[in-house]
């Protein structure tokens, strides 16, 4: 929360306040729509995931109904998602405090855009935000922030974060009413599964590194890398996997071993 700055904690006061009066499916919709202009948003979508089955139903700010056709590729393609793989870990981690984890975390912007999912079903999105908000056996509840120009900044990423727990709370009241939304069936079973690899190779070569107790620049010299990309290279594991330090950052690499 250090890039907030006292108008921004204010904003988020006054939208926290305004979520204590949700009490029905029928205010989630405005919900949305205020948490949308407080991030900076074009569009926010409460969604619930089945983790399982990848099975998808979504209530959309500003209301669409998307044609059919866009469902259907949708579904197809969901799991390819740059963001399931930080959401997955997420789910398996469940931590008490949670980073909402950015496309752009993830990906550079030629990279989200060489991807299927945003050629096929979003080519106008330049960034996604995404704040898991409940976990119920295998199902996540989850709020998605879009938008069509530039990419979330962190002060925006924190805004979000900081309403986690009235977001949390608004929706236990609520009950929003999954019948009344878009469903995106789960991706056909003979489709495969694509999962990204936990850590790429440079990513694996960093954190290994790391293990062994040396320094970014001390990593940046062995690698003939700048301390600011092996930085980075750390900033991008942290988030996708909602880790909080090298050491986190090492278990994992542990774990990828196995």
């Not at 009344?180 to 954190?207: C, D, K, M, N, W």
């Not at 590194?209 to 900033?235: E, F, N, Y």
Request: glycine share 4%.
């Amino acid at each position: 929360m250090h890039s907030l700055r006292t108008n921004d904690l204010r904003a988020v006061l006054d939208y926290s306040t305004s979520t204590l009066r949700v009490a029905s499916h029928d205010q989630v919709p405005p919900l949305l729509a205020g948490l949308a202009r407080l991030v900076g948003s074009d569009s926010a979508t409460l969604t619930r995931l089945d983790l399982r089955t990848q099975d998808e139903v979504a209530v959309p700010w500003p209301p669409a109904r998307p044609a059919p056709e866009l469902l259907t590729a949708y579904a197809a393609i969901s799991h390819t998602h740059p963001l399931r793989a930080p959401l997955m870990a997420i789910a398996r981690r469940r931590p008490a405090r949670i980073v909402p984890p950015r496309v752009s975390d993830v990906l550079t912007a030629r990279g989200w855009r060489a991807t299927r999912i945003h050629r096929e079903a979003m080519p106008a999105t330049t960034d996604q935000l995404c704040l898991p908000l409940r976990f119920h056996g295998d199902t996540m509840c989850a709020i998605t922030l879009s938008r069509t120009g530039g990419t979330f900044t962190d002060r925006q990423r924190d805004m979000l974060a900081a309403c986690a727990e009235h977001l949390r709370s608004a929706l236990v009241r609520a009950r929003p009413d999954t019948r009344r939304g878009v469903r995106f069936a789960p991706y056909p079973a003979e489709a495969p599964v694509r999962v990204a690899p936990a850590l790429s190779t440079r990513e694996r070569q960093i954190v290994e590194l790391v293990a062994t107790g040396r320094t970014d620049a001390q990593i940046a010299r062995l690698l003939d890398l700048r301390p600011a990309t092996v930085s980075k290279h750390l900033h991008r594991v942290y988030l996708r996997h909602n880790l909080r330090n090298r050491t986190e950052a090492v278990r994992l690499l542990d774990r990828v071993r196995l």
